[in-house]
Each structure stands twice: as C-alpha cells, then as structure tokens.
C-alpha cells in the first residue's frame, strides 16, 4: 500500500491508495458527522442532509446528477452512521474526474430546494417504515437507544416521523454550514487513481468550502437496560449488549478477537453452542462496535418462541465460560479470521477506502496492514480472558427483544448473571 | 482473463481463473441441482442437504470442518438456488488445498448422522422463520409460486415446515445419489491459483465421486395470478412479475437493458417517477431472473397503506412508457452501468467464480467479457421496445402483495393494463 495523505489549502485531507493493477476506483468523500452531532429535535438531519445532497445543486438537478453518473456506468451512493456520512463513488478510471465533480457539487453547493425537501420527507419516512419491518435491522436501533438512552448517541439515524416531519431548509443549511467544513472531511480514493492529480481536482473542485474542524459532540453514556416488544414475528429477535471500548483504546484488538472466538464464526463458541450443538437458532453472532468515546459489544439471536425460554442463559453461560476457559487454538482461529479478512479487504478499493475513513476517524492517521496484523498477533490468551471477565462485571447490560419474547427470560434474571463477583456469589 | 477448463475423468469439470496479482483465492464446487430437483415432498430437500454437508462427514465432525477452515482464516459457505447448489471458500492462496480437501470431502462422503439432522432441522426451521420476518424477502418465494404453481420451480427453496419436519437420513442418500454425479459438478476457482495443480488436487480428492450427469427437471410452466396477505407490516411490500426469458435466449441482453432502464439505478424510469417525483417509496426496483428455460421479469416497491393506492397505476404505465419512448440516451446508460457492473465485478473473485458457473449452466461456456460487451453493445433502441412490448402483452401478470395493502388495485385492474391490444383496446 502506497497511500499519500495531503491536506489541502482550506483543511480538506486528500488520501489516495492507488491499485494500479485495476480498471476502476472508489472514491468518496467522508464526513465527521453524524447521527451523534443531532441535538433530540435534529434527530435524523444528518440522513436527511445525506439524502438531500443528492437532489440537486447550483448547477445539476436530481435528475440530472443521477444520469451524469450512470452515462459513464458509475454508481454513487452514501450512508450515514453516528458518527460519519459517506458520500461515495465507484466509477472507471477514466471517469474520476467526474464523479469528484458531482461529488464536490453536491457537498458544496446543494439546492436544497423546498419541493425536493417534500418530496425527500416522504422517501425518508418510506425508509423508516423498511426498517421497521425487517426486526433484525431496527433492533439495532433500539439497543443504540437503550444503551445510550437520551442522548444523541442513542438517536435512531433515520429520525423518527415527528423530527423528519418537522426539518425545514433552513434547518439543513444551517446544519450543513456547522458541520461540513472542510477540516471535518476527508476526500478519500482507492484504485486507479494518481495523487498529485487527486490533489489537484480537490483543489480546483472543493475550494469554496468553509474552512474549520469537526464540531464538538457530547460524550457518550453507557447506560443499559431492557426493551421488549410483543410484536407478531415468526422469530423472537434478542439482541444483547455490554459497555464496549473506543477504537483507539489499546484493548480494541482483544476486544475483536473476543467477539470473533465468542460469535464470529461457524467455530465460534456460540456457533457451536447455540446453533450447533441446541438448534436453537439460524443466526447468532456477536460484534464489536468502537466510537470515539466508547463502544458497545453486543450479540444478536433470532429464535423461536419456545426456544426463547433458554437462550439468555446460554449466552450468558458461553461468555462466562469464554472469559474463563478461552484457549490457545480458539484465540489462533480468531486472530486468524480476522488477518485473513484484513488481507481480502485490501482486494477490494471500497472496502479499502472505508477503512481508511474509519482509521483516520479513530487514530487521526492509516495504521499499514503490517501495524494491524502485529496487534492482532499480540493478543493472547489472557489478554481475551481479561476483557472478557469485564465484560462479566457489567453491572447493566442492555437488552432488546421483539416478537414472541414472553417466555424470554427476565431482564433482571440476565442481569444478575453479570455484575460484580461479589453480588454474584450472593444470588 | 486466461480461464483454463479441463474435463477430469469421473466427468468433474475443472475450471480455474488465475488473478496473478492476488493472495487469495475463491474456490467453490457448483452442483446443478436445486429446489427445482425436488418433487412437492422434497420440498426444500436441496437446502437441507446443503445445510447437513457442514454437519460431518468421515473423516470430519461438524466441530472439526469448522475449526480446520477457520484455523487458516478460510471462510466456508453456501447457498441454494433453483437450479445450483453452491460450496464455496475463500482462502488464502496457501491453503487452497486444504479448502478443496474439506469441499471434497463433505461432498463425496458427508455422514448425514441422524442426531445431526434432527438439531438441523429445527436449525432450518428457525431460518424459515426469520425469511418470514423479512417481508421484502419472503416476497420472492410468493412472486415464485404465483408466478409457476403447482411445480418444482415453484417452490420455496427452504421449504416448509411439513417437507422439512419430514426428510429421513434416507431421503438425504438417495437424493444426493441421484443428483451429486461427477458431470453435474464444477470445482471453480478465482484467484491465486495454478490450472495444473486445481486438475491435480481435483483428481485425487473428487475420484470418488459417481458418474453421471444432471438430472432431468420438469419444464419451467409460467401461469401468474395474485397472492395477497394482509399482514401487520408497516409498509405495503409489492412485486409485480411478468413471463421472462431464459439464460440463453439471445434476447436475454435487451431483456437487461430493459430492465436497466425501468428501474435499475436512480436515473431509472422508475426511480425518477416513484421515489424522486412521487416521494411513494425508499425501495423500488427491476430485475430480470434467468432459469434454463425461462425466466421472470419483476419489480419491487415498498410504499405506505395510502400511498400502494396509485403504485400499480404508476409500474404500469412507466412499462407501457418505456417500451413506447425508450430513447438512445437511456439505453446508453442502461449499457454503461451494465458493462461496468461487468469489469467491476471482474475486480472480485467471489464474483467471477460466480458468474463463470452461472455462465457453464446457461451457456455450458464460459464466454469472454468482450463478448459479453460485444452482445450488450449491439442492444439498440428497437430491441428494448420489442421487449417491453411483449411484457405489455402478458395475458397474466403475477402479483404479490403483504402488509396493509387493502388500497391497492385489484388485480383484475391491474392485469387489464396489460394484454392482447384488443382487449386493451376493448375496455
């Protein structure tokens, strides 16, 4: 890898990581903002910013954005997380230059304009109600909120009717002008594509954008707790949660092969137990999420009515027995799975410009490859036995359940499989 | 693309793709045998034996095949179709011979231990639930028996609770006996890999594979009609489906471009009418699926109670529009975005393995991308028309609706926008 990192006039960061073998580029342009710069009224404004960039500009309505990208066979899309909004293009390698233009025209000079915020409302609210009826995507927005409760980063990224229903124009420029500036975004390209050139069309295509950093936001509050929703799915869907770890704490490589030997794989111990060995479910998985200030490791199920009735025991059971037992061949496997997916992302230039946004988002700099598979190696047995004997002490876990969740066990009966050793030891 | 194909002596078929550049490669063995294979018993009984290959074999138990692959960062699956039954790893390059090992081996001695198959079963039985939970998915497998009832290429690739709370060990035996023959199987591989030593590996570890070919299916049967469920979804979840083509009809690439233009990427017929004029829907889409000998052509929309009363207008008379006034500019695009979907995917080696076995079963070739480009390029205008004409013509669409869809049309309404142009004309 042979990335180049400059930082243009106005604050904007130009990476590139050219793949000289390809045909083709990724390249997008990713924010420092997100679901968690909302104040409880903006809920949603960051996803509907993301949306409205793409309805047209000065220069190109929303017609005319879309069938410029697609007359050269390019895609463009983007998404918004809590804490970034991607803006991103993958395109031939001919054709860079265009898809920096229209992506330069959509963050520097959207229409915003008032029929296309009336229409955009309605799709958003379409959206809303997709996630609602696939439960094992909105139950993640739910555990977001219960375990960080009243606080921006326990919003629901798409908003909910009332704030969608409320944003006004006005409300976007003003958002745009505080949180768009040109130290808060990264323009970032992988694939064929040249540096000096990339410097180049940054400099001519982004230069009207205001300057300064990323805005400040709240610090995040674990708090934990229960929601359960009786709601008429075939599957009771459970997801649970546990206060995590920033991505730049040192112990973020433990926490990943935690989770990886604990749910990661078809060897991992919840695999076995859960899936394998009681048929209790079709999916179970565990998964590490880091944000600046925080993380939260979770593990979703999705089980049957009756089934329900055992599963916070044996979840609970394999990640008290993990941070016990966990051993020198599971730790190998799970270090292994996450070196070789490592190894095949960097085949791929958008998963390659992904990951370099989110490096520069939680080191401020893009660690080699070399850097991230010596701190993978370093972990040990007794590095993943240790956090997950903190996971252990978590005094309240988080907890969502939604379907057939009646015969699920108590919110209070799992928690007081967890917490301190002495409260344990007095149940 | 130097892809290299060699017929072993069993009749396996040997097809290696080298991507010199890479350090990992895809490898998987493609069975031409799915849920279309089955009689109304067996209903699902390919998936299931996909599901009991992983659950031990010989030489392995269901413990042991996941640990040996993760143990090298591999990565193993599968997947069902109508048609194919794929097994596929990715690996790095090193142990490619491991990951054919372990393919051979839970295809050519898989044990079908009867505790296994019980804990699968109900293992099964959960991921038909959760497709159930997933409106816009379960969706799929209504359109199908709608669109081809009463017949194997109608039937729900998982089956149901009936068929798969009655498949025997036996069942298992017999069936894979009839359909896993060396002739009806491919080893594929994508990436860092070597023609001679894939032909060498697949001789010694595939040799026992019976001979034979592909079993006979009944003919594909199109029919059509409605399938509506008022279901407690948030949205009303649409599929319109019309009489498709095969893989190899030559009009299969206008049939692309078709579909393309109504409603495959934002400057499509239907996006800019449904999503970005209207506000009715955050999903809406067209897609062609393909079968050996025949095929269906569909749209997708999610859209709200009030909102599903004028969408079937609306799919309607974008297709009656289209194939009236498909214009050069729009067919360019649909072309640009469908060659460079092409080189794009050329980028992946998942993605080849793919399409080299989708290629095998519909061309029994592979073909070059520049005759893909070649057939792609020479769709003109007329040739998208002719297309949308002839959907125009269909006597009977299919149409699937869930969810609070008691706005939308009749289907006897929305069928009499279609049709001979007599009756068309007659109303």
């Not at 009224?41 to 069938?67: D, P």
């Not at 555990?143 to 409300?171: C, H, K, N, T, Y």
Request: aromatic letters at 6%; glycine letters at 8%.
């Amino acid at each position: 890898m042979d990335i180049e990192i400059t930082r243009i006039a106005n604050g904007l960061t130009v990476v590139t990581d050219p793949m000289p073998q390809l045909e083709s580029t990724a390249v997008g342009v990713w924010v420092d903002c997100g679901a968690r710069n909302e104040t409880r009224a903006q809920m949603g404004l960051s996803h509907m910013l993301e949306h409205m960039a793409f309805k047209g500009t000065a220069r190109r309505n929303a017609r005319q954005i879309a069938e410029e990208i697609e007359a050269v066979g390019g895609y463009l899309n983007a998404y918004t997380s809590r804490e970034q909004t991607a803006f991103h293009a993958r395109i031939l390698k001919a054709d860079v230059p265009l898809a920096v233009d229209i992506l330069a025209d959509i963050l520097t000079s959207p229409a915003f304009e008032a029929g296309e915020l009336e229409r955009e409302r309605q799709v958003v609210l379409q959206e809303i109600g997709q996630a609602r009826d696939t439960p094992d995507d909105i139950i993640f927005d739910h555990l977001q909120s219960v375990a960080f409760p009243d606080q921006p980063m326990g919003w629901p990224i798409l908003g909910d009717e009332d704030s969608v229903g409320s944003f006004a124009r006005e409300d976007l420029k003003t958002y745009m002008a505080a949180n768009y500036r040109a130290g808060a975004m990264t323009l970032i390209s992988s694939g064929a594509v040249e540096h000096a050139r990339m410097v180049e069309l940054a400099e001519e295509k982004f230069a009207n954008l205001p300057r300064g950093e990323s805005s400040e936001t709240l610090p995040a509050r674990y708090e934990g707790g229960d929601l359960r929703l009786s709601e008429p799915h075939e599957q009771a869907h459970v997801v649970y949660g546990f206060p995590g770890i920033a991505g730049n704490d040192p112990d973020i490589y433990a926490a990943q092969v935690y989770v990886t030997a604990l749910g990661g794989g078809m060897s991992s111990r919840l695999f076995q137990e859960v899936r394998e060995k009681r048929g209790l479910c079709y999916s179970v998985y565990a998964f590490a999420n880091a944000f600046r200030d925080g993380g939260l490791i979770g593990i979703y199920a999705g089980t049957g009515e009756d089934e329900a009735a055992g599963l916070s025991a044996v979840v609970a059971g394999e990640m008290a027995s993990l941070a016990e037992t966990a051993n020198a061949d599971e730790i190998a496997r799970a270090k292994a799975q996450l070196k070789s997916g490592l190894l095949m992302g960097l085949e791929r230039p958008a998963a390659r410009a992904e990951q370099i946004a989110s490096q520069l988002l939680t080191y401020g700099r893009v660690l080699a490859v070399s850097e991230l598979t010596e701190k993978l190696e370093a972990v040990d047995v007794s590095a993943v036995r240790r956090f997950g004997s903190r996971l252990m002490q978590a005094a309240m876990p988080a907890l969502v359940a939604l379907g057939p969740v009646n015969k699920l066990e108590t919110y209070s009966a799992f928690a007081n499989r967890f917490g301190a050793v002495g409260s344990r030891a007095a149940e």
